[in-house]
């Protein structure tokens, strides 16, 4: 059993990566090519990644009623289903409007993935092990976007658009084998499946309140990551580097935040108990310090250093997310707890707009100094909220 559960682990890391990752990774190589096959604006094209956003958003809360219903295996199923028609339909599309449909449905399974993959994680992991647990599933998506990315990059440059989607709809068809080889067999800490009227339990979650905290902290915490991922590159250029350069630096954050999520998971259980409040706390405080310094810095070495710091800072958030969660309610009612939080998560990249529009009005150290607000406010939000707790 021992065996089994990392097998179950490897398998949702290892098929996220190429169902649900591959979605984010190919969107950089993609829209410069759409932007010239189909006459885009840089706006429209940009519809690829808020289309894709906005079906996590719609499709989070019916997830995890799913959950609630079926099970987590059943449910992580479909999130590949879907995601595997959505890259079937844009590999076939007349046009870009096709493609936005196919991003929405793929948008949908990956929505589904994110919610589904922690509670069939929790079921086979105890408690003593899950936040190790979790910050192994961190790491799908930022392991996935640095070797998918560039991969991505060459399949198009050298085979098209149209066959690189065609093969990704191969491959991520191809994980449905692997993981009814992992699923079959039924998991130790089971969340049995209910037929009870949903809306009662959905009113009891909301009335958690070290739920709530832990989910609006999450928002704001999240907010970081997309605020990160998004506009980093782009503010290492304005101090005068190259984009390839600033590509180096963003890449640099990715990786001291995949070093980061195994090891929080690892002290979370080894030395805390299981307990994240305090290194989601230390993070969010850490990101946020850093963040002043990187908009402060002016070599590239200190940026290099400051964005590695980001990247272990906003670590342990990434895990908290999937982890913090369940651990703040009863285990049948996991399913629509991680459907409440993929909602505020997946909300949280209005952020994005937000830090964008403060940098184009005031620059960057307003917008780093919002950034570094936000962190704090969800270091504060979620001590407060959660103390009475062990969470």
């Given at each position: 059993m021992g065996m089994l559960r990392w097998a179950v682990l490897i398998a949702c890391v290892a098929s996220f990566?190429?169902?649900?990752?591959s979605q984010l990774a190919c969107v950089s190589p993609s829209v410069p090519i759409f932007m010239d096959v189909f006459g885009l604006?840089?706006?429209?094209?940009g519809l690829m990644t808020s289309t894709w956003a906005l079906a996590r958003v719609v499709i989070s809360l019916p997830a995890g009623g799913i959950?609630?219903?079926f099970g987590s295996r059943y449910a992580y199923v479909l999130g590949?289903?879907?995601s595997t028609v959505g890259w079937g339909i844009k590999s076939i599309a007349p046009d870009y409007l096709i493609i936005l449909v196919g991003r929405?449905?793929?948008g949908l399974g990956a929505g589904i993935l994110s919610v589904a993959a922690p509670v069939v994680i929790s079921e086979w992991f105890p408690a003593k092990l899950l936040s190790t647990a979790m910050g192994v599933w961190a790491t799908a998506m930022p392991i996935g976007i640095i070797w998918e990315l560039p991969l991505i990059a060459w399949l198009i440059t050298n085979f098209g658009w149209r066959h690189t989607y065609l093969l990704f709809t191969i491959a991520s068809a191809s994980t449905l084998a692997f993981l009814a080889l992992v699923f079959r067999a039924p998991p130790p800490y089971l969340v049995k499946s209910n037929t009870t009227i949903l809306k009662p339990k959905v009113i009891e979650l909301l009335r958690n309140k070290a739920f709530i905290a832990s989910c609006t902290s999450i928002f704001l915490g999240m907010g970081l990551w997309s605020t990160y991922s998004t506009y980093i590159v782009k503010w290492c250029m304005v101090k005068g580097f190259d984009y390839m350069t600033s590509s180096l630096v963003g890449t640099i954050l990715n990786v001291g935040c995949?070093?980061?999520q195994v090891v929080t998971g690892y002290v979370s259980d080894k030395l805390l108990g299981g307990r994240l409040r305090p290194v989601f706390m230390s993070g969010a405080v850490l990101a946020s310090l850093t963040t002043i310094a990187y908009a402060l810095t002016t070599s590239l070495s200190e940026l290099m250093i400051t964005a590695a710091i980001i990247g272990v800072g906003i670590a342990p958030i990434t895990v908290s997310m999937f982890a913090i969660p369940l651990k703040a309610v009863k285990p049948e009612m996991r399913g629509m707890a991680m459907g409440v939080t993929g909602v505020f998560m997946y909300s949280a990249y209005v952020m994005t707009s937000l830090i964008g529009g403060i940098y184009d009005v005031f620059g960057l150290m307003a917008a780093a100094s919002m950034i570094s607000f936000m962190g704090m406010l969800s270091a504060a939000v979620i001590?407060?909220?959660?103390?009475s707790y062990k969470v």
């Open positions: 990566m190429v169902v649900g990752a604006s840089a706006a429209v094209a959950i609630y219903r590949v289903v879907l929405f449905i793929a995949i070093v980061s001590h407060v909220g959660t103390r």
